[in-house]
């Protein structure tokens, strides 16, 4: 079982700074692909950001420049930077990993999701 656990969301002022963390547990063998996902009310969930085991970096053109993701292989976590923070940033982030367990399965497996809230 694996399971992925969000942490960092909360209420800034717009132009503020906030950084997520997701961090992976369980039987995990490798870790290949990150992602972080957003989901406004009413809104379907977007992609935010990937990073992939070889640090290759893909980002919604709506945050480049402003978020910045990055990973912590030994410690299974994945990061998110949110910098200038704007109002339209406000959602419900989830990551995601694409993971091999230690049974050599593929498996791809989502967070419980964190709150971020912008204010103007």
């Known amino acids: 079982q694996v399971q992925l656990v969000e942490s960092g969301g909360g209420l800034v002022q717009a132009g503020g700074s906030l950084r997520l963390s997701c961090a992976a547990s369980g039987s995990i063998f490798s870790i290949d692909t990150w992602g972080w996902y957003r989901q406004a009310p009413g809104q379907q969930r977007e992609l935010v950001a990937t990073?992939?085991?070889?640090?290759?970096?893909n980002y919604a053109d709506s945050v480049k420049g402003r978020f910045t993701i990055s990973r912590d292989n030994a410690k299974n976590t994945v990061f998110l930077q949110m910098n200038s923070l704007k109002p339209e940033d406000s959602a419900v982030y989830y990551c995601?990993?694409?993971?091999?367990?230690?049974?050599?399965?593929?498996?791809?497996?989502w967070g419980q999701g964190t709150l971020v809230t912008v204010s103007s």
């Open positions: 990073i992939t085991s070889g640090l290759s970096t």
């Open positions: 995601n990993a694409d993971l091999r367990t230690i049974f050599l399965a593929s498996l791809e497996v």
